[in-house]
């Protein structure tokens, strides 16, 4: 994109619904991994007994992380099959994809976990202001992506697949994430420089109705001036620049 220089693919988003993501096979060190960053994400942001929603939470593994780290965790998971590898572990998911219509149980949210998830959405836009809709005032968040500095600096070209529309930068992250609502509190590369992570906080909104309302108590008033004036036979004169 020449405004804001995210690389992306000319293509429509793999739908995953009844296919198992390869999530709940880790290798020993990506699970010591994630349970310190869970571990981490609840202890900075002071999120034991609160509200975490992760979206495209795949067999629940991290959502049983966060609870293990003292969270409530909930997911929303478009697999069929993922959905009720969850359930079964007795973990609250609710199945379907989100977008602007989607109806998300038991919101508003303290905190938003999206892993390896916001690189294969059509629209990431809509998906993050739908994610905004549904947290509390000062919710945070945890964002991992792919990145694209890695894919660079290797030259490797076997990186760009069909799933993945978005290839983020941390410029461009930065940018998706701010474009949308959210003061990015850190950003930085791990895993070997292979993964981009950005912690985040939801920023209010600019607030209109104040000026609206100004706009109209003053033509209300400016209307009743000149009634009363002209009804008593008084001409008005008006001076303005």
Not at 132 to 140: C, E, G, R
Request: hydrophobic content about 40%; glycine content about 8%.
């Amino acid at each position: 994109c020449n405004g804001c220089g995210l690389v992306q693919l000319a293509g429509e988003a793999i739908i995953y619904d009844d296919q198992l993501g390869t999530a709940h096979a880790f290798s020993p060190a990506m699970l010591s991994h994630r349970k310190q960053q869970a571990h981490q994400f609840v202890n900075k942001f002071n999120l034991k007994n609160k509200k975490i929603v992760e979206i495209g939470c795949g067999d629940g593994h991290f959502l049983a992380l966060l609870s293990e780290a003292g969270a409530k965790p909930f997911g929303i998971e478009p697999s069929k099959k993922s959905t009720e590898i969850g359930r079964q572990k007795g973990l609250p998911i609710q199945e379907g994809y989100l977008n602007k219509n989607s109806e998300i149980e038991d919101t508003p949210f303290d905190a938003f976990v999206i892993l390896h998830v916001l690189e294969h959405l059509l629209d990431p836009n809509e998906f993050l202001q739908t994610i905004y809709q549904n947290l509390t005032t000062n919710a945070v968040g945890f964002v991992e992506v792919p990145s694209l500095e890695k894919i660079l600096e290797n030259q490797r070209i076997y990186d760009f697949i069909t799933e993945h529309l978005s290839y983020f930068s941390i410029k461009t992250l930065r940018f998706t994430l701010e474009k949308n609502g959210f003061e990015v509190l850190d950003i930085q590369r791990n895993w070997g420089g292979e993964h981009l992570v950005a912690m985040v906080q939801k920023q209010p909104l600019e607030r209109f109705d104040p000026v609206i309302d100004c706009i109209n108590s003053l033509t209300k008033e400016l209307v009743e001036f000149v009634d009363t004036n002209s009804s008593a036979g008084k001409r008005v004169a008006i001076w303005g620049a």
